[in-house]
């Protein structure tokens, strides 16, 4: 599996005490000698409570990678050790041996873990004797590890007390073949180490292939200690095979072997799918052959203050241990016994490239950090009472294998954000990390997380990452770059109201695209209603417009008879304050959704009441300049515009404004439209003109009746102010020119409801001051300067 694996050495049930188990050489009737040469440990300390450690630190010269292994739990103990929360006051020691990838050596160093370094012991007849260490935390390789929990056997069972910090290779093979699945890969080759690690995995992935429908074209193995020829035979077996993809379940070893042969006389490319050993192992990388290699790996991790850990070998430190110095002389090309002047110390850890400094790809190592951390939990369980928020340990001088187990089972805990705990078979969970071996910018290998897998979900999810360009973003394009394949391209955003597919193209003219740019919605409508504030407020003004003009009006029927009432033409006053009330009720009319009716009325009823009022302002004018034309010597012109003749005049004025507009509706009346041009995200719902020279005629023959009207009350503005309104009547119409001028420009340029907003207030604006500038100082008057409203004030005129 090439997964760390931590096998506990408690398997016959003995104990650890300073006594040997109590039983001395003189009482003993057996003497036990050790069989063969005692092999020193690696690396050792003392402790209350032994740990060991086996690692195949070598294989033809230091594997760095497996030192790092070592050293990792070295660092794990001491952080342990100087930990004030876990296990305070006792001190866990270590015994870490090489077992230089050899399963006989695993055995034999597994033997000296349990029975101790003593080369004659006495414990008992069957020269055996538990409890030397408390566990043995069991190689990368899985076969050394298997090995080691094998020597349960002398208990009649294969794993008595084993335990793993990573997952069991069934969860591998099994996530392999729905990896196989996924890509739908149904023809595949099969490669295994001849261990019981590549056997047992291979076998539990062929059982899990089977099930998925997945054909198996052949299956080879082979070991690192065979024949060289073996290699070369399963080499040809996938140089001749028609199966492109290839299972292997190798050990690093054998795998480097493997590839070492096919880099000779190289096969058509192949796609390699790999377990844990070889995927993750970045010396492996240096075959680019194998480019696309897909795998399950452990997760990634980060242990804080591990690195400054490893690169902490003083001399003196290296020169005390035999394995660090033939690492240090390696690495550097020196020697440090014979020729000191070569290895002067100078030398840089920091800047050595070798895996035993390379602590970007943690995996394995997180391993070996984990099942130290879990022991330590277990030991801590069995030895330490929690008492007033206080952590009480005392050592034990008979602590059974037994406890030791049961709270292992137990262990549930989190270091530096990883989970760790074990199920009924002592397994974790099992979670990957599904590694890509992809091409850098360089050219070299490297290797990429493109997914995860968790046996624990029912479902997985892989996102296999290989791809010249990433996928467009909805709202953008394909733009093929230029001189690259058509699988290189660049991404750019789509034309405004364009959405994205496959290609960029336009919504329908009523919808826009939604924020994602990947489906048209509806355009909102927007039309000038009761619910806006602006509606709101000119419907308010409106009304209390109306409400003005029926005031004044009362106010003046009351006093009808009043001389300033009866001065002023009173059926003229009346006539326009009703046109007035029209006015300011026609703009409501212009607030809601258009319709039909509404478009129709709003501008005729505009148009008519507008006439109305203007020609009953004409009228009062014409009025106070007759008038004083009949206070003249010999004048009679005031029986040539008597109120018959006002009356005609307004009717007539008035007739031609009905005229236009039934022209004007009968031609191409105004009608509702939606606009779809002002902005492009919405639509405005609107009153077409139908005819702009309709529109322009109505809203034209208003202001020549109003510049008419200005010029005549200009005329009659000195007459004496006592006895006419034609200063009234000049700031009035000032005022209703200057509206309606501005009110042109302002209507062409506002957008959307605006423009309806601006005629409305044109019209409120021009009816307000009519009847402010021509009503409002004679209801002062007759409010509250009644003794002003009498007939001899009413004709005294000022002098010049």
Avoid at 42 to 54: H, K, L, N, P, T
Avoid at 275 to 285: C, G, I, K
Avoid at 334 to 357: F, H, I, M, W
Avoid at 652 to 663: K, M
Wanted: hydrophobic share 45%; net charge neutral; charged share 15%.
């Amino acid at each position: 599996m090439g997964l760390f694996e931590l096998s506990s050495a408690l398997v016959l049930g003995g104990s650890l005490n300073e006594t040997n188990n109590g039983v001395s050489a003189e009482a003993s009737s057996v003497q036990c000698k050790l069989q063969g040469t005692l092999r020193p440990p690696a690396f050792s300390a003392d402790g209350d409570y032994i740990i060991g450690g086996v690692f195949s630190m070598h294989l033809y010269i230091v594997d760095s990678r497996e030192l790092r292994f070592s050293r990792a739990m070295i660092f794990a103990i001491e952080e342990i050790n100087n930990s004030p929360e876990l296990l305070p006051g006792i001190t866990l020691g270590y015994q870490i041996y090489d077992s230089c990838a050899s399963v006989p050596g695993t055995i034999k160093v597994a033997f000296q873990l349990t029975n101790g370094l003593d080369v004659v012991f006495h414990p008992s007849d069957n020269c055996s004797q538990s409890g030397m260490v408390l566990a043995i935390i069991g190689d990368s390789g899985s076969t050394l590890s298997i090995s080691i929990s094998r020597l349960g056997l002398l208990s009649l069972q294969q794993y008595p007390s084993f335990f793993r910090t990573i997952p069991s290779d069934r969860f591998q093979a099994d996530a392999l073949a729905k990896l196989v699945k996924h890509f739908g890969w149904t023809w595949i080759g099969a490669v295994r180490s001849d261990s019981d690690y590549g056997n047992n995995g291979m076998a539990s992935f062929l059982d899990a292939a089977r099930k998925e429908g997945i054909c198996v074209e052949y299956s080879e193995s082979f070991y690192r200690a065979h024949p060289r020829s073996r290699v070369r035979r399963v080499a040809d077996v996938i140089r001749r095979s028609t199966a492109v993809v290839i299972v292997a379940f190798l050990a690093t070893g054998e795998m480097k072997l493997l590839l070492e042969e096919l880099e000779k006389e190289p096969s058509p490319p192949r796609q390699w799918i790999g377990s844990e050993t070889w995927v993750t192992d970045p010396q492996m990388l240096r075959f680019s052959f194998c480019a696309g290699a897909i795998g399950f790996g452990i997760q990634q991790s980060v242990i804080p203050g591990l690195r400054e850990f490893l690169l902490d070998l003083p001399p003196s430190k290296v020169a005390a241990s035999t394995l660090l110095t033939e690492f240090w002389e390696d690495s550097f090309n020196c020697r440090l016994a014979e020729n000191k002047s070569v290895c002067d110390g100078s030398e840089d850890l920091q800047k050595l490239q070798s895996p035993y400094t390379d602590t970007s790809q943690l995996r394995v190592t997180n391993m070996v950090y984990k099942a130290v951390y879990a022991l330590a939990h277990a030991i801590h369980s069995a030895v330490c009472q929690e008492t007033n928020f206080t952590t009480q340990c005392e050592k034990l001088t008979k602590l059974e294998s037994k406890q030791i187990l049961t709270h292992l089972k137990k262990v549930n805990f989190s270091q530096n954000g990883y989970d760790v705990s074990f199920d009924a078979n002592g397994d974790p969970v099992a979670t990957y990390e599904l590694v890509n071996w992809q091409k850098s910018e360089t050219g070299n290998l490297e290797m990429v997380t493109v997914g995860h897998y968790d046996a624990s979900l029912p479902l997985w999810s892989v996102v296999p990452v290989s791809v010249c360009s990433d996928s467009c973003l909805p709202g953008t394009r394909k733009v093929l770059q230029k001189g690259k394949p058509s699988c290189c391209y660049d991404c750019l955003p789509c034309p405004e109201g364009e959405i994205n597919s496959n290609d960029c193209f336009p919504c329908p003219s009523e919808f826009w695209p939604n924020s994602e740019r990947n489906t048209c919605l509806l355009k909102p409508v927007e039309f000038l209603s009761y619910n806006d504030i602006l509606g709101i407020i000119l419907a308010a003004f409106s009304v209390g417009g109306a409400c003005l003009a029926i005031i004044t009006a009362a106010v003046f029927f009351s006093h009808r008879a009043s001389p300033i009432v009866r001065a002023n033409n009173s059926e003229l006053s009346f006539l326009l304050l009703f046109s007035l009330t029209l006015c300011f009720l026609c703009s409501l009319t212009f607030i809601g959704a258009p319709s039909d009716w509404s478009c129709m009325l709003r501008h005729t009823a505009f148009g008519i009441t507008f006439v109305l009022c203007i020609s009953c302002v004409l009228g009062k004018t014409i009025v106070v300049l007759m008038a004083f034309k009949a206070t003249l010597p010999g004048s009679n012109v005031m029986k040539w515009f008597g109120p018959p003749q006002q009356r005609m005049t307004v009717v007539s004025f008035t007739f031609i404004q009905v005229l236009i507009c039934t022209i004007w509706l009968v031609l191409s009346p105004p009608f509702p439209m939606k606009n779809l041009n002002t902005y492009k995200e919405k639509i405005i719902l609107e009153c077409a003109l139908g005819s702009a020279i309709g529109f322009w005629a109505v809203l034209g023959y208003i202001g020549l009746l109003a510049a008419f009207c200005f010029i005549l009350a200009v005329l009659a503005r000195k007459l004496p102010d006592n006895f006419n309104e034609a200063k009234l009547i000049t700031f009035s119409m000032l005022i209703f020119c200057a509206v309606w001028i501005t009110f042109i420009p302002a209507y062409v340029s506002s957008p959307g409801k605006l423009t309806v907003a601006v005629e409305i207030f044109a019209m409120l604006a021009s009816s307000f001051g009519l009847i402010l500038c021509i009503f409002a100082p004679k209801c002062f008057i007759i409010l509250f300067q009644p003794e002003k409203n009498t007939k001899k004030n009413l004709m005294n005129k000022n002098e010049s």
